[in-house]
Protein backbone atom coordinates (compact mmCIF):
# COMPACT_ATOMS: atom_id res chain seq x y z
CA UNK A 1 0.00 0.00 0.00
CA UNK A 2 2.97 2.20 1.05
CA UNK A 3 4.49 1.92 -2.66
CA UNK A 4 1.08 2.75 -3.68
CA UNK A 5 0.76 6.12 -2.17
CA UNK A 6 4.59 6.80 -3.38
CA UNK A 7 3.23 6.12 -7.06
CA UNK A 8 0.27 8.05 -6.74
CA UNK A 9 2.26 11.32 -5.39
CA UNK A 10 4.68 10.67 -7.64
CA UNK A 11 1.79 10.98 -10.99
CA UNK A 12 -0.02 13.74 -8.67
CA UNK A 13 3.37 15.53 -8.75
CA UNK A 14 4.03 15.15 -11.86
CA UNK A 15 0.47 16.20 -13.43
CA UNK A 16 1.19 19.31 -11.19
CA UNK A 17 4.22 20.13 -12.94
CA UNK A 18 2.66 19.74 -16.32
CA UNK A 19 -0.37 21.78 -15.83
CA UNK A 20 2.15 24.80 -14.13
CA UNK A 21 4.11 24.46 -17.46
CA UNK A 22 1.05 24.45 -19.39
CA UNK A 23 -0.26 27.42 -17.68
CA UNK A 24 3.41 29.26 -18.19
CA UNK A 25 3.09 28.81 -21.70
CA UNK A 26 -0.79 29.66 -22.29
CA UNK A 27 -0.29 33.31 -20.12
CA UNK A 28 3.06 33.68 -21.79
CA UNK A 29 1.26 33.19 -25.07
CA UNK A 30 -1.81 34.83 -24.57
CA UNK A 31 -0.02 38.04 -23.03
CA UNK A 32 2.35 38.20 -25.95
CA UNK A 33 -0.79 38.32 -28.34
CA UNK A 34 -2.22 41.14 -26.43
CA UNK A 35 0.58 42.95 -26.26
CA UNK A 36 0.98 42.57 -30.18
CA UNK A 37 -2.47 43.90 -30.11
CA UNK A 38 -1.98 46.49 -28.40
CA UNK A 39 0.97 48.33 -29.51
CA UNK A 40 -0.41 48.12 -33.22
CA UNK A 41 -3.64 49.39 -32.00
CA UNK A 42 -5.46 46.41 -33.67
CA UNK A 43 -7.14 45.02 -30.26
CA UNK A 44 -10.47 46.45 -31.28
CA UNK A 45 -10.61 45.47 -34.91
CA UNK A 46 -8.32 42.50 -35.14
CA UNK A 47 -10.85 39.75 -33.55
CA UNK A 48 -9.44 36.85 -34.70
CA UNK A 49 -6.11 38.03 -32.44
CA UNK A 50 -8.44 39.07 -29.43
CA UNK A 51 -9.98 35.65 -29.61
CA UNK A 52 -7.01 33.47 -29.77
CA UNK A 53 -5.34 35.58 -27.27
CA UNK A 54 -8.52 34.79 -25.09
CA UNK A 55 -9.01 31.23 -26.04
CA UNK A 56 -5.00 30.89 -24.48
CA UNK A 57 -5.81 32.86 -21.15
CA UNK A 58 -9.00 30.84 -20.39
CA UNK A 59 -6.91 27.56 -20.94
CA UNK A 60 -4.55 29.28 -18.63
CA UNK A 61 -6.41 29.46 -16.41
CA UNK A 62 -8.08 26.39 -16.49
CA UNK A 63 -4.69 24.86 -15.70
CA UNK A 64 -3.84 27.01 -13.24
CA UNK A 65 -7.00 25.54 -11.20
CA UNK A 66 -5.53 22.16 -11.70
CA UNK A 67 -2.43 23.28 -10.61
CA UNK A 68 -3.68 24.72 -7.74
CA UNK A 69 -5.81 21.64 -6.51
CA UNK A 70 -2.56 19.73 -7.49
CA UNK A 71 0.11 21.75 -5.01
CA UNK A 72 -2.76 22.23 -2.11
CA UNK A 73 -1.44 18.36 0.01
CA UNK A 74 1.96 20.07 -0.28
CA UNK A 75 1.22 23.07 1.22
CA UNK A 76 -0.30 21.25 4.24
CA UNK A 77 -3.03 19.93 3.21
CA UNK A 78 -3.71 16.12 2.69
CA UNK A 79 -5.34 14.57 -0.07
CA UNK A 80 -8.12 13.47 1.36
CA UNK A 81 -8.70 17.19 2.97
CA UNK A 82 -7.68 18.62 -0.24
CA UNK A 83 -10.57 16.73 -1.99
CA UNK A 84 -12.97 17.85 0.77
CA UNK A 85 -11.79 21.72 0.04
CA UNK A 86 -12.42 20.90 -3.61
CA UNK A 87 -15.91 19.70 -2.95
CA UNK A 88 -16.70 22.46 -0.54
CA UNK A 89 -15.66 25.34 -2.61
CA UNK A 90 -16.96 24.04 -5.98
CA UNK A 91 -13.39 23.65 -7.78
CA UNK A 92 -15.45 21.32 -9.90
CA UNK A 93 -17.51 23.39 -11.07
CA UNK A 94 -15.19 26.20 -11.29
CA UNK A 95 -13.40 23.59 -13.83
CA UNK A 96 -16.34 22.82 -15.70
CA UNK A 97 -17.17 26.85 -16.20
CA UNK A 98 -14.03 27.53 -17.11
CA UNK A 99 -13.94 24.85 -19.79
CA UNK A 100 -17.19 26.29 -20.71
CA UNK A 101 -15.68 29.85 -21.58
CA UNK A 102 -12.61 28.04 -23.53
CA UNK A 103 -15.43 26.06 -25.59
CA UNK A 104 -17.45 29.66 -26.07
CA UNK A 105 -14.14 31.29 -27.52
CA UNK A 106 -13.29 28.50 -29.45
CA UNK A 107 -16.51 28.93 -31.47
CA UNK A 108 -15.78 32.59 -31.71
CA UNK A 109 -12.80 31.64 -32.94
CA UNK A 110 -14.07 29.14 -35.35
CA UNK A 111 -16.53 31.88 -36.83
CA UNK A 112 -14.00 34.11 -38.20
CA UNK A 113 -13.30 31.00 -40.47
CA UNK A 114 -15.26 33.52 -43.54
CA UNK A 115 -12.87 36.51 -42.88
CA UNK A 116 -9.91 34.99 -42.06
CA UNK A 117 -9.59 32.05 -44.69
CA UNK A 118 -5.83 31.14 -43.56
CA UNK A 119 -7.84 29.14 -40.53
CA UNK A 120 -9.13 26.84 -43.20
CA UNK A 121 -6.11 26.49 -45.34
CA UNK A 122 -3.77 25.90 -42.43
CA UNK A 123 -1.45 28.56 -43.09
CA UNK A 124 0.08 31.01 -40.30
CA UNK A 125 -2.19 33.15 -38.90
CA UNK A 126 0.46 34.77 -36.66
CA UNK A 127 3.68 36.20 -38.24
CA UNK A 128 7.30 36.01 -37.11
CA UNK A 129 7.49 39.89 -35.34
CA UNK A 130 11.70 40.19 -36.56
CA UNK A 131 9.97 39.52 -39.79
CA UNK A 132 7.32 41.99 -39.30
CA UNK A 133 9.63 44.37 -38.05
CA UNK A 134 12.18 43.69 -40.56
CA UNK A 135 9.25 44.27 -43.68
CA UNK A 136 8.26 47.62 -41.90
CA UNK A 137 12.04 49.29 -41.71
CA UNK A 138 12.31 48.40 -45.38
CA UNK A 139 9.17 49.61 -45.80
CA UNK A 140 10.49 53.01 -43.95
CA UNK A 141 13.74 53.20 -45.80
CA UNK A 142 11.25 52.72 -49.38
CA UNK A 143 9.18 55.59 -48.15
CA UNK A 144 12.18 57.57 -46.53
CA UNK A 145 13.91 57.31 -50.32
CA UNK A 146 10.66 58.12 -51.98
CA UNK A 147 9.98 61.09 -50.19
CA UNK A 148 13.76 62.25 -50.70
CA UNK A 149 13.12 61.57 -54.66
CA UNK A 150 10.07 63.47 -54.30
CA UNK A 151 11.44 66.29 -52.36
CA UNK A 152 14.59 66.81 -54.44
CA UNK A 153 13.06 66.55 -58.03
CA UNK A 154 13.44 69.16 -59.77
CA UNK A 155 9.74 69.28 -61.14
CA UNK A 156 6.30 69.54 -59.46
CA UNK A 157 4.86 66.84 -57.53
CA UNK A 158 1.18 67.03 -57.09
CA UNK A 159 -1.50 64.91 -55.46
CA UNK A 160 -4.98 65.63 -56.90
CA UNK A 161 -8.41 64.31 -55.62
CA UNK A 162 -11.96 63.31 -57.96
CA UNK A 163 -13.13 67.39 -57.52
CA UNK A 164 -9.23 68.43 -58.78
CA UNK A 165 -8.08 69.14 -55.09
CA UNK A 166 -4.65 69.52 -54.05
CA UNK A 167 -3.78 66.67 -51.17
CA UNK A 168 -0.22 67.20 -51.38
CA UNK A 169 2.38 69.38 -53.33
CA UNK A 170 6.03 69.08 -52.96
CA UNK A 171 8.47 72.13 -51.88
CA UNK A 172 9.42 72.54 -55.91
CA UNK A 173 5.68 73.20 -56.84
CA UNK A 174 4.76 75.30 -53.81
CA UNK A 175 8.21 77.40 -54.98
CA UNK A 176 6.62 77.66 -58.69
CA UNK A 177 3.53 79.37 -57.46
CA UNK A 178 5.20 81.05 -54.76
CA UNK A 179 2.81 79.45 -51.47
CA UNK A 180 4.09 78.19 -48.33
CA UNK A 181 4.14 74.19 -49.09
CA UNK A 182 1.70 74.07 -45.86
CA UNK A 183 -1.17 76.45 -47.94
CA UNK A 184 -1.53 74.39 -50.67
CA UNK A 185 -3.08 71.26 -49.65
CA UNK A 186 -6.87 71.67 -49.61
CA UNK A 187 -6.54 74.36 -52.61
CA UNK A 188 -8.30 74.09 -55.82
CA UNK A 189 -5.82 73.59 -58.23
CA UNK A 190 -8.14 75.38 -60.78
CA UNK A 191 -7.95 78.38 -58.86
CA UNK A 192 -3.90 78.52 -59.24
CA UNK A 193 -4.46 78.17 -62.97
CA UNK A 194 -4.62 80.97 -65.34
CA UNK A 195 -8.90 82.31 -66.22
CA UNK A 196 -7.78 81.38 -69.97
CA UNK A 197 -6.26 77.97 -69.55
CA UNK A 198 -8.39 76.51 -67.31
CA UNK A 199 -10.54 75.07 -69.35
CA UNK A 200 -7.74 72.88 -71.08
CA UNK A 201 -7.02 71.95 -67.33
CA UNK A 202 -10.66 70.74 -66.34
CA UNK A 203 -10.62 68.50 -69.82
CA UNK A 204 -7.52 67.35 -68.68
CA UNK A 205 -8.80 66.10 -65.70
CA UNK A 206 -11.30 64.46 -67.41
CA UNK A 207 -8.94 63.01 -69.99
CA UNK A 208 -6.86 61.54 -66.97
CA UNK A 209 -10.09 60.18 -65.56
CA UNK A 210 -10.98 58.50 -68.72
CA UNK A 211 -7.64 57.10 -70.33
CA UNK A 212 -5.58 57.07 -67.21
CA UNK A 213 -3.22 59.98 -68.37
CA UNK A 214 -2.87 63.53 -70.13
CA UNK A 215 -0.24 66.05 -71.28
CA UNK A 216 -1.19 69.63 -71.37
CA UNK A 217 0.38 73.15 -71.25
CA UNK A 218 -0.80 76.17 -68.91
CA UNK A 219 -0.31 79.20 -67.18
CA UNK A 220 -0.02 79.46 -63.32
CA UNK A 221 -0.58 82.39 -61.59
CA UNK A 222 1.72 82.73 -58.75
CA UNK A 223 1.39 84.67 -55.43
CA UNK A 224 3.93 87.51 -56.51
CA UNK A 225 1.94 88.25 -59.74
CA UNK A 226 3.98 86.00 -62.15
CA UNK A 227 2.74 83.85 -64.77
CA UNK A 228 4.55 80.35 -64.63
CA UNK A 229 4.42 78.73 -67.45
CA UNK A 230 3.89 75.17 -66.65
CA UNK A 231 4.16 71.66 -68.61
CA UNK A 232 1.70 69.15 -66.63
CA UNK A 233 1.94 65.20 -67.51
CA UNK A 234 -1.41 64.15 -65.36
CA UNK A 235 -1.65 60.15 -64.21
CA UNK A 236 -5.21 58.91 -62.84
CA UNK A 237 -4.17 57.52 -59.45
CA UNK A 238 -5.39 53.61 -59.21
CA UNK A 239 -5.61 51.35 -55.97
CA UNK A 240 -4.02 53.82 -53.50
CA UNK A 241 -5.36 53.13 -50.01
CA UNK A 242 -8.35 56.07 -49.21
CA UNK A 243 -10.13 54.63 -52.72
CA UNK A 244 -11.06 58.19 -53.60
CA UNK A 245 -9.35 58.68 -57.29
CA UNK A 246 -7.69 61.42 -58.74
CA UNK A 247 -4.39 62.13 -60.31
CA UNK A 248 -0.90 62.44 -59.86
CA UNK A 249 0.05 65.84 -61.65
CA UNK A 250 3.95 66.20 -62.45
CA UNK A 251 4.92 69.90 -63.14
CA UNK A 252 8.05 71.06 -65.19
CA UNK A 253 8.69 74.75 -65.47
CA UNK A 254 8.74 75.71 -68.70
CA UNK A 255 8.87 79.13 -68.43
CA UNK A 256 12.28 80.00 -70.01
CA UNK A 257 12.06 77.50 -72.79
CA UNK A 258 8.76 79.71 -73.54
CA UNK A 259 11.01 82.75 -73.63
CA UNK A 260 13.74 81.02 -75.84
CA UNK A 261 10.63 80.24 -78.26
CA UNK A 262 9.29 83.39 -78.02
CA UNK A 263 12.76 84.99 -78.69
CA UNK A 264 13.08 82.58 -81.38
CA UNK A 265 10.20 83.32 -83.02
CA UNK A 266 10.57 87.25 -82.65
CA UNK A 267 14.18 86.70 -83.95
CA UNK A 268 13.24 84.70 -86.78
CA UNK A 269 9.56 87.05 -87.80
CA UNK A 270 12.43 89.75 -87.65
CA UNK A 271 14.90 88.25 -90.03
CA UNK A 272 11.87 87.41 -92.80
CA UNK A 273 10.93 91.44 -92.14
CA UNK A 274 14.26 92.25 -92.42
CA UNK A 275 14.87 90.86 -95.60
CA UNK A 276 11.63 92.22 -97.16
CA UNK A 277 12.90 95.23 -95.72
CA UNK A 278 16.54 95.37 -97.02
CA UNK A 279 14.98 94.16 -100.20
CA UNK A 280 12.88 97.47 -100.62
CA UNK A 281 15.62 99.59 -99.54
CA UNK A 282 17.94 98.28 -101.94
CA UNK A 283 16.04 99.01 -104.64
CA UNK A 284 14.17 101.92 -103.54
CA UNK A 285 18.16 103.52 -102.67
CA UNK A 286 19.64 102.91 -106.38
CA UNK A 287 15.68 105.18 -107.50
CA UNK A 288 16.92 107.96 -104.92
CA UNK A 289 20.60 107.67 -106.40
CA UNK A 290 19.32 108.56 -109.83
CA UNK A 291 16.65 111.31 -108.39
CA UNK A 292 19.24 112.92 -106.26
CA UNK A 293 22.08 112.10 -108.63
CA UNK A 294 20.29 114.20 -111.85
CA UNK A 295 18.65 116.62 -109.37
CA UNK A 296 22.12 117.57 -108.47
CA UNK A 297 23.49 117.94 -112.01
CA UNK A 298 20.53 120.48 -113.30
CA UNK A 299 21.20 122.68 -110.20
CA UNK A 300 24.70 123.39 -111.84
CA UNK A 301 23.13 125.27 -114.90
CA UNK A 302 19.25 126.17 -113.46
CA UNK A 303 18.27 129.41 -113.20
CA UNK A 304 16.93 130.60 -109.30
CA UNK A 305 13.16 130.06 -109.02
CA UNK A 306 14.37 126.11 -110.99
CA UNK A 307 17.39 125.80 -108.97
CA UNK A 308 14.91 126.25 -105.17
CA UNK A 309 12.76 123.43 -107.03
CA UNK A 310 15.43 121.49 -107.58
CA UNK A 311 16.83 121.55 -103.81
CA UNK A 312 13.18 120.63 -102.63
CA UNK A 313 13.84 117.39 -104.84
CA UNK A 314 16.77 116.69 -103.43
CA UNK A 315 15.51 117.82 -99.46
CA UNK A 316 12.18 114.97 -100.36
CA UNK A 317 15.43 112.80 -101.97
CA UNK A 318 17.36 113.01 -98.30
CA UNK A 319 14.38 112.67 -96.55
CA UNK A 320 13.36 109.49 -98.72
CA UNK A 321 17.04 108.41 -97.50
CA UNK A 322 16.43 108.70 -94.30
CA UNK A 323 13.51 106.37 -94.37
CA UNK A 324 15.11 103.87 -96.32
CA UNK A 325 17.95 103.89 -93.57
CA UNK A 326 15.61 103.10 -90.74
CA UNK A 327 14.11 100.02 -92.58
CA UNK A 328 17.59 98.80 -93.20
CA UNK A 329 18.65 99.84 -89.11
CA UNK A 330 15.55 97.78 -88.43
CA UNK A 331 16.38 95.57 -90.98
CA UNK A 332 20.29 95.49 -89.16
CA UNK A 333 21.27 95.24 -92.26
CA UNK A 334 22.73 99.02 -92.62
CA UNK A 335 26.21 99.95 -91.96
CA UNK A 336 27.12 101.04 -88.68
CA UNK A 337 29.83 103.00 -87.76
CA UNK A 338 30.88 102.90 -84.34
CA UNK A 339 32.97 105.43 -82.97
CA UNK A 340 33.88 106.69 -79.25
CA UNK A 341 30.97 109.70 -79.17
CA UNK A 342 30.07 111.65 -76.19
CA UNK A 343 26.09 110.54 -75.60
CA UNK A 344 25.56 114.33 -73.99
CA UNK A 345 27.33 116.30 -76.85
CA UNK A 346 24.88 114.03 -79.61
CA UNK A 347 22.13 114.76 -77.47
CA UNK A 348 23.06 118.64 -77.73
CA UNK A 349 23.66 118.27 -80.93
CA UNK A 350 20.18 117.04 -81.99
CA UNK A 351 18.41 119.23 -79.56
CA UNK A 352 17.54 121.96 -82.69
CA UNK A 353 16.13 119.28 -84.91
CA UNK A 354 14.00 117.74 -81.57
CA UNK A 355 12.38 121.36 -81.27
CA UNK A 356 11.67 121.40 -84.58
CA UNK A 357 9.52 118.14 -84.97
CA UNK A 358 7.43 118.89 -81.66
CA UNK A 359 4.98 121.24 -81.30
CA UNK A 360 5.10 124.62 -79.56
CA UNK A 361 2.97 123.48 -76.62
CA UNK A 362 5.18 120.72 -75.74
CA UNK A 363 8.13 121.79 -73.60
CA UNK A 364 11.99 120.45 -74.04
CA UNK A 365 14.23 120.00 -71.11
CA UNK A 366 17.67 118.73 -71.70
CA UNK A 367 19.52 117.95 -68.84
CA UNK A 368 23.62 116.26 -69.35
CA UNK A 369 25.61 114.72 -67.21
CA UNK A 370 28.69 117.47 -65.19
CA UNK A 371 31.29 114.94 -67.11
CA UNK A 372 31.84 113.30 -70.45
CA UNK A 373 29.56 110.31 -71.19
CA UNK A 374 31.77 108.62 -73.87
CA UNK A 375 30.38 105.09 -75.51
CA UNK A 376 31.27 103.59 -79.06
CA UNK A 377 28.06 103.68 -81.00
CA UNK A 378 27.12 105.16 -84.21
CA UNK A 379 26.41 109.01 -83.63
CA UNK A 380 23.60 109.31 -86.44
CA UNK A 381 22.39 105.51 -84.99
CA UNK A 382 22.28 107.40 -81.46
CA UNK A 383 20.72 110.97 -83.25
CA UNK A 384 17.87 108.31 -85.06
CA UNK A 385 16.96 106.95 -81.46
CA UNK A 386 16.37 110.18 -79.96
CA UNK A 387 14.40 111.60 -83.07
CA UNK A 388 11.90 107.87 -82.73
CA UNK A 389 11.32 108.52 -79.05
CA UNK A 390 10.68 112.00 -79.04
CA UNK A 391 8.39 111.93 -82.21
CA UNK A 392 6.11 109.17 -80.12
CA UNK A 393 6.87 111.18 -76.96
CA UNK A 394 4.84 113.95 -78.96
CA UNK A 395 2.51 111.87 -80.04
CA UNK A 396 1.29 110.44 -76.43
CA UNK A 397 0.98 114.52 -75.67
CA UNK A 398 -1.95 115.80 -77.96
CA UNK A 399 -2.80 118.04 -75.70
CA UNK A 400 0.85 119.43 -74.70
CA UNK A 401 3.21 118.37 -71.95
CA UNK A 402 6.72 118.32 -70.73
CA UNK A 403 9.51 115.92 -73.03
CA UNK A 404 12.60 115.16 -70.68
CA UNK A 405 16.05 114.10 -71.56
CA UNK A 406 18.68 113.29 -69.27
CA UNK A 407 22.04 111.49 -69.69
CA UNK A 408 24.03 110.40 -67.16
CA UNK A 409 26.76 107.69 -65.83
CA UNK A 410 25.11 104.69 -64.13
CA UNK A 411 26.46 102.08 -62.05
CA UNK A 412 24.05 98.14 -62.56
CA UNK A 413 24.64 96.29 -59.90
CA UNK A 414 23.11 92.82 -59.19
CA UNK A 415 20.09 94.16 -57.89
CA UNK A 416 19.40 96.83 -60.73
CA UNK A 417 20.42 94.33 -64.01
CA UNK A 418 17.93 92.21 -63.02
CA UNK A 419 14.68 93.61 -65.01
CA UNK A 420 17.14 94.11 -67.57
CA UNK A 421 18.85 90.99 -68.60
CA UNK A 422 22.10 92.90 -68.68
CA UNK A 423 25.54 92.30 -67.04
CA UNK A 424 26.46 94.53 -64.49
CA UNK A 425 29.16 97.69 -64.71
CA UNK A 426 29.54 101.23 -66.03
CA UNK A 427 27.00 102.01 -68.51
CA UNK A 428 25.57 105.48 -69.81
CA UNK A 429 21.75 105.79 -69.60
CA UNK A 430 19.78 108.29 -71.94
CA UNK A 431 16.18 108.92 -70.41
CA UNK A 432 13.47 110.25 -71.80
CA UNK A 433 9.87 110.90 -70.05
CA UNK A 434 6.90 112.12 -71.00
CA UNK A 435 3.69 112.94 -69.46
CA UNK A 436 1.35 111.81 -72.08
CA UNK A 437 -1.30 109.56 -71.60
CA UNK A 438 0.76 106.38 -70.92
CA UNK A 439 0.75 102.68 -72.07
CA UNK A 440 -0.93 99.58 -70.28
CA UNK A 441 1.16 96.29 -69.52
CA UNK A 442 -0.49 94.91 -72.37
CA UNK A 443 0.80 97.48 -75.51
CA UNK A 444 3.78 98.04 -73.44
CA UNK A 445 4.94 94.69 -73.82
CA UNK A 446 4.00 94.66 -77.63
CA UNK A 447 5.81 98.09 -78.57
CA UNK A 448 9.33 96.77 -79.79
CA UNK A 449 7.26 94.64 -82.18
CA UNK A 450 7.71 95.74 -85.85
CA UNK A 451 4.36 97.11 -87.60
CA UNK A 452 3.20 97.03 -84.09
CA UNK A 453 1.03 100.92 -83.62
CA UNK A 454 -1.41 102.14 -81.25
CA UNK A 455 -2.08 105.55 -84.00
CA UNK A 456 -4.50 105.87 -86.08
CA UNK A 457 -4.30 104.38 -90.11
CA UNK A 458 -1.90 106.62 -91.68
CA UNK A 459 0.17 108.32 -88.50
CA UNK A 460 2.23 105.64 -88.02
CA UNK A 461 4.77 103.20 -89.64
CA UNK A 462 5.12 100.77 -86.34
CA UNK A 463 8.43 100.45 -87.06
CA UNK A 464 10.03 103.60 -84.79
CA UNK A 465 10.43 101.97 -81.54
CA UNK A 466 11.13 98.55 -83.48
CA UNK A 467 14.29 100.49 -85.15
CA UNK A 468 15.18 101.91 -81.47
CA UNK A 469 15.44 98.35 -79.96
CA UNK A 470 17.86 97.63 -82.83
CA UNK A 471 19.88 100.11 -82.30
CA UNK A 472 19.94 99.63 -78.84
CA UNK A 473 20.71 96.31 -78.61
CA UNK A 474 23.21 96.43 -81.98
CA UNK A 475 25.25 98.72 -79.96
CA UNK A 476 25.65 96.07 -76.82
CA UNK A 477 22.59 98.24 -74.58
CA UNK A 478 19.74 97.71 -73.32
CA UNK A 479 16.34 98.94 -72.54
CA UNK A 480 13.96 99.61 -70.36
CA UNK A 481 9.97 100.98 -70.59
CA UNK A 482 7.81 102.31 -67.32
CA UNK A 483 4.51 103.17 -68.85
CA UNK A 484 1.01 103.45 -66.86
CA UNK A 485 -2.42 104.87 -68.34
CA UNK A 486 -2.38 108.74 -67.66
CA UNK A 487 1.36 108.77 -65.49
CA UNK A 488 3.36 109.54 -68.93
CA UNK A 489 5.98 107.16 -70.35
CA UNK A 490 9.74 106.84 -69.54
CA UNK A 491 12.02 105.00 -71.92
CA UNK A 492 15.66 104.11 -70.27
CA UNK A 493 18.39 103.49 -72.20
CA UNK A 494 21.94 101.86 -70.65
CA UNK A 495 25.17 101.76 -73.47
CA UNK A 496 27.98 100.31 -71.97
CA UNK A 497 30.24 103.04 -70.82
CA UNK A 498 34.04 103.24 -71.92
CA UNK A 499 36.98 104.64 -71.33
CA UNK A 500 38.33 106.34 -74.19
CA UNK A 501 37.86 109.93 -74.72
CA UNK A 502 35.34 110.59 -77.38
CA UNK A 503 36.93 112.25 -80.83
CA UNK A 504 36.02 115.70 -81.59
CA UNK A 505 33.22 116.14 -83.78
CA UNK A 506 34.28 117.13 -87.65
CA UNK A 507 31.91 118.78 -89.82
CA UNK A 508 31.46 116.69 -93.06
CA UNK A 509 31.55 120.00 -95.69
CA UNK A 510 29.57 119.20 -99.21
CA UNK A 511 31.96 120.12 -102.30
CA UNK A 512 30.30 122.52 -104.45
CA UNK A 513 32.09 121.06 -107.75
CA UNK A 514 32.85 117.07 -108.38
CA UNK A 515 36.71 116.21 -107.60
CA UNK A 516 38.32 115.55 -111.12
CA UNK A 517 40.23 112.78 -112.42
CA UNK A 518 41.71 111.12 -115.64
CA UNK A 519 42.40 107.29 -114.34
CA UNK A 520 40.31 104.69 -115.49
CA UNK A 521 37.40 102.97 -114.12
CA UNK A 522 35.57 99.85 -114.31
CA UNK A 523 32.44 100.55 -113.47
CA UNK A 524 30.22 97.71 -112.44
CA UNK A 525 26.40 98.18 -111.77
CA UNK A 526 22.96 95.96 -112.89
CA UNK A 527 20.36 99.03 -112.32
CA UNK A 528 20.34 100.79 -116.38
CA UNK A 529 19.13 104.00 -114.35
CA UNK A 530 22.49 103.91 -111.56
CA UNK A 531 24.35 102.81 -114.25
CA UNK A 532 24.63 105.70 -116.80
CA UNK A 533 23.81 108.46 -113.88
CA UNK A 534 27.01 106.85 -112.32
CA UNK A 535 28.95 107.34 -115.33
CA UNK A 536 27.74 110.60 -116.38
CA UNK A 537 29.38 111.88 -113.23
CA UNK A 538 32.78 110.18 -113.77
CA UNK A 539 32.95 111.24 -117.16
CA UNK A 540 32.16 114.72 -116.37
CA UNK A 541 34.75 114.75 -113.42
CA UNK A 542 37.57 113.80 -116.39
CA UNK A 543 37.75 110.34 -115.95
CA UNK A 544 37.48 107.29 -118.45
CA UNK A 545 34.78 104.37 -117.89
CA UNK A 546 34.15 101.27 -118.77
CA UNK A 547 30.89 99.81 -118.27
CA UNK A 548 30.04 95.97 -116.84
CA UNK A 549 26.58 95.39 -116.35
CA UNK A 550 27.50 92.36 -114.30
CA UNK A 551 30.09 90.00 -112.85
CA UNK A 552 31.07 88.40 -116.24
CA UNK A 553 30.33 91.08 -118.12
CA UNK A 554 32.97 93.19 -115.91
CA UNK A 555 35.94 89.92 -116.28
CA UNK A 556 35.09 90.32 -120.10
CA UNK A 557 35.59 93.62 -120.10
CA UNK A 558 38.95 93.91 -117.90
CA UNK A 559 39.91 91.16 -119.91
CA UNK A 560 40.05 93.67 -123.07
CA UNK A 561 41.72 96.27 -121.43
CA UNK A 562 45.13 96.27 -120.09
CA UNK A 563 45.06 99.62 -117.77
CA UNK A 564 42.22 99.64 -114.92
CA UNK A 565 42.65 102.01 -112.08
CA UNK A 566 39.97 101.45 -110.12
CA UNK A 567 37.10 98.82 -109.54
CA UNK A 568 33.99 100.10 -108.59
CA UNK A 569 31.41 97.60 -108.24
CA UNK A 570 27.48 97.42 -106.50
CA UNK A 571 27.47 94.49 -104.32
CA UNK A 572 24.20 93.20 -104.84
CA UNK A 573 24.00 91.28 -108.64
CA UNK A 574 22.37 88.89 -109.74
CA UNK A 575 24.68 85.89 -110.30
CA UNK A 576 28.39 86.75 -109.40
CA UNK A 577 28.32 89.62 -106.67
CA UNK A 578 30.74 92.20 -106.10
CA UNK A 579 32.54 90.78 -103.90
CA UNK A 580 33.21 87.71 -105.53
CA UNK A 581 34.12 90.13 -108.90
CA UNK A 582 36.69 92.05 -106.48
CA UNK A 583 38.18 88.52 -105.43
CA UNK A 584 38.58 87.40 -108.87
CA UNK A 585 39.70 90.87 -110.38
CA UNK A 586 42.38 91.28 -107.57
CA UNK A 587 43.95 87.76 -107.96
CA UNK A 588 44.53 88.76 -111.77
CA UNK A 589 45.36 92.28 -110.55
CA UNK A 590 47.14 92.15 -107.50
CA UNK A 591 46.76 95.76 -105.55
CA UNK A 592 43.53 96.81 -108.08
CA UNK A 593 41.01 99.42 -105.77
CA UNK A 594 38.06 98.71 -105.32
CA UNK A 595 35.15 100.74 -103.90
CA UNK A 596 32.09 99.14 -103.41
CA UNK A 597 28.67 100.59 -103.45
CA UNK A 598 25.17 99.14 -102.16
CA UNK A 599 22.26 100.28 -100.24
CA UNK A 600 21.99 96.69 -98.75
CA UNK A 601 24.59 93.86 -98.93
CA UNK A 602 22.37 90.86 -97.97
CA UNK A 603 25.57 89.66 -96.17
CA UNK A 604 27.51 89.52 -100.02
CA UNK A 605 30.05 91.76 -98.69
CA UNK A 606 33.16 90.19 -96.18
CA UNK A 607 33.24 92.75 -93.30
CA UNK A 608 36.43 93.94 -93.36
CA UNK A 609 37.93 97.68 -91.75
CA UNK A 610 37.60 100.07 -94.70
CA UNK A 611 41.60 100.54 -95.53
CA UNK A 612 43.49 102.35 -98.67
CA UNK A 613 42.75 100.73 -101.64
CA UNK A 614 39.63 98.81 -100.57
CA UNK A 615 36.59 101.45 -99.48
CA UNK A 616 32.38 101.15 -99.09
CA UNK A 617 29.91 103.62 -100.42
CA UNK A 618 26.30 103.54 -99.11
CA UNK A 619 23.66 104.26 -101.40
CA UNK A 620 22.13 106.59 -101.96
CA UNK A 621 25.44 109.16 -102.69
CA UNK A 622 26.23 112.50 -103.95
CA UNK A 623 28.05 113.29 -107.09
CA UNK A 624 30.12 115.10 -104.81
CA UNK A 625 30.64 112.21 -102.74
CA UNK A 626 31.27 109.60 -105.50
CA UNK A 627 33.86 111.71 -107.32
CA UNK A 628 35.45 112.35 -103.76
CA UNK A 629 35.59 109.31 -102.53
CA UNK A 630 36.99 107.64 -106.19
CA UNK A 631 39.60 110.47 -105.80
CA UNK A 632 40.54 109.74 -101.92
CA UNK A 633 41.32 105.61 -102.93
CA UNK A 634 42.79 106.70 -105.88
CA UNK A 635 45.04 109.17 -104.19
CA UNK A 636 45.92 106.76 -101.52
CA UNK A 637 46.68 104.14 -103.44
CA UNK A 638 49.16 106.20 -105.45
CA UNK A 639 50.79 106.64 -102.62
CA UNK A 640 51.39 103.17 -101.21
CA UNK A 641 52.91 102.63 -104.36
CA UNK A 642 55.40 105.48 -104.19
CA UNK A 643 56.31 104.55 -100.81
CA UNK A 644 57.20 100.64 -101.82
CA UNK A 645 59.30 102.13 -104.64
Not at 257 to 264: G, V
Not at 342 to 355: F, M, N, Q, T
Request: glycine share 10%; proline share 4%; with cysteine.
Amino acid sequence: MHGSGESVAFWWQLTALANAVILAAYLGISFAIGRGLWQSRQWRNNPLGLATASIFFSCAVHHGSHTVHLLLPYLGWDMQAGTAMRMAFGMDFHAAGWDTVTAALAVWYWTLRSRFPALVRGAAVFEDLRLRQAAEATLRASEQRYREIVETTSEGVVLLDNDGRIGYANDRFAEMVDHPPGDLPDTSMADLVAVADRPVFVQALADARGSGRARFEVGLHARDGRVVWARVALTARVGHVDNTGGALAMVTDVTEQKSIEAQLHQAQKLDAVGQLAGGIAHDFNNLLTVIDGYAALLIAGADEATTRDLVMIREASARASGLTRQLLTFARAQTARPQVVDVAVVVAGVEGLLRRLIREDVDLVVTASATPVPVRADAGQLEQVLVNLAINARDAMPGGGTLTIHTDRVVLDAGRVEGLAAKPGDYVSITVTDTGCGMTAEVAARIFEPFFTTKDQGKGTGLGLATVYGIVTGAGGYIRVDSRPGAGTTFGIYLPATAAAAAAPVEAVEPKRLTVGTETILLVEDDPAVRQLTERILTTAGYRVLIGVNGEDALAVAAAHSRIDLLLTDVVMPGMNGQQLADRLTELRPGLPVIFTSAYTRGALTPTEENMIIAFLDKPFTASALTEKVRSVLDAHADAATAIT
